[in-house]
């Protein structure tokens, strides 16, 4: 029987912890790899991509992979659907859209994103609520240099989030998170008092370098977030 990727990543991880491929040594290539298990050589990439994504081999170009000299632990942080999130916590979504404009990216979002200067964007607003409660404020930027159907996209039954990920894969992401006060706005949005600490997540995603969205993310009061590694 052909081996899966998953056995390929299994057994390669077997040499490693079983000191047969020891910390700094070389890694036979993907080509010789795929011989010797008798399958193809995308599945040898896609068991080396996963291991080097687990900070087990590192992968580097002309030079070969090598085996890490200690493995590096990665906090991964999926980009999750605020509809999934609320309803897996047992609780009813509601969406709403708040605003929505097409305008000039601004200076600060230009020099964030890498935006052409004169470039335009779709500004969106949104509030996601769970059992009736405000849970999330959207506040998202949306390039129309790569993603101009967005203009025409229809927001107010379906939030931003949920039509990026069906439109547009994404090749990097860059992700913020800190503490924010509450102005006058988000209190009245997420039903707090103005100057109450509130979560707030701030990311960006590219495609082979073009700017896809910038968006904040601000949680109702209590919030926590939970990643594993």
């Known amino acids: 029987m052909t081996a899966t990727y998953r056995d390929v990543k299994a057994d390669i991880l077997d040499k490693i912890t079983q000191g047969i491929w020891p ?3 070389l890694v036979p290539n993907e080509t010789d790899l795929a011989r010797s298990y008798d399958c193809a050589r995308a599945t040898v990439n896609r068991a080396m991509r996963e291991l080097a994504e687990d900070g087990i081999i590192e992968r580097r170009r002309k ?4 085996v890490r000299m200690a493995p590096v632990r990665q906090a991964r942080f999926a980009i999750p659907i605020v509809r999934a999130e609320i309803e897996d916590q047992g609780a009813a979504y509601r969406y709403a859209l708040v605003r929505r404009d097409i305008r ?15 470039g335009r964007v779709l500004h969106l607003v ?8 405000p849970y999330q404020h959207e506040d998202r930027w949306i ?12 927001f107010t039954a379906t939030g931003p989030n949920e039509w990026l990920v069906a439109a547009m894969p994404f090749s990097n992401a860059e992700i913020s998170f800190l503490a924010v006060q509450a102005d006058a706005s988000l209190a009245d949005h997420l039903g707090c008092a103005a100057g109450d600490a509130l979560f707030r997540t701030e990311r960006s995603t590219w495609w082979e370098g073009q700017a896809i969205t910038f968006v904040r993310l601000t949680f109702r009061r209590g919030h926590r977030m939970t990643a594993q590694y």
Do not use: F, I, Q, V
């Open 126 to 133: 949104c509030m996601h609520y769970a059992d009736g409660a």
């Open 23 to 25: 910390p700094g040594s």
């Open 104 to 118: 000039a990216a601004p200076d600060w979002l230009r020099a964030r994103l890498n935006l052409r200067d004169g």
């Open 143 to 154: 390039s129309l240099d790569l993603l101009p159907k967005a203009a025409e996209a229809d």
């Open 63 to 66: 030079a070969g992979t090598r």
